[in-house]
């Protein structure tokens, strides 16, 4: 049948590997950054389609990270929620390892941040619009294959962003999970 074919063609060695990555992941800020810790969540699809050269693909990848940080002062509270999203894609370049698997990449895209800040008990709220900035990640990480189809991820990346009118930033980027092949 058709799908017994498919499977076969997509089981044989040198067939192109498709990942998908589903994990958690922490950013704080570095050298002189007063950027505060996120927390939040990281996914990416990777596709190495060359059976010639399996050890060369792309990612696109996109994270969410969230802080919040609160004050009370003579029994006024103020509260700053910060929201970053990523969304990159770029060349990952792998080992081609049964065992350990690491790689490296460089992507690039667009960082979206916003925060929102809260004033109690004025009820005063302040939602600027969000900003659009251009950002990359460099870095890479390491598989760990649990199953033939299946593995841990560790991954640190270096977030670099920059925009107009902004200055720019430096975190690190630091994801767990796990890792599905197909």
Known sequence: SRSSLAQVAADAPGAPTWDLFIGGNLERGVGSSSIPSHYGWDSSVSERPY?????IGAT???AGSYSNISSTNSGISIST????????????????SEHLKPFVHGLFGIVLDRKIASVRP????????WTHNSGMF?????????????????????????????PSGDMIHASLGAVFRF
């Open 122 to 129: 004025f009820d005063q709220r302040s939602a600027p619009p």
């Open 138 to 166: 460099l870095g890479g990480g390491v598989d760990a294959p649990i199953t033939r189809k299946a593995a841990l991820r560790a991954q640190i990346d270096w977030l670099r962003y920059w925009g107009a009118n902004l």
């Open 60 to 62: 696109v990848e996109g």
């Open 81 to 96: 929620n910060d929201a970053i999203y990523t969304i990159m894609g770029g060349p990952t370049v792998t080992t081609n």
């Open 51 to 55: 059976p010639s050269h399996p050890w």
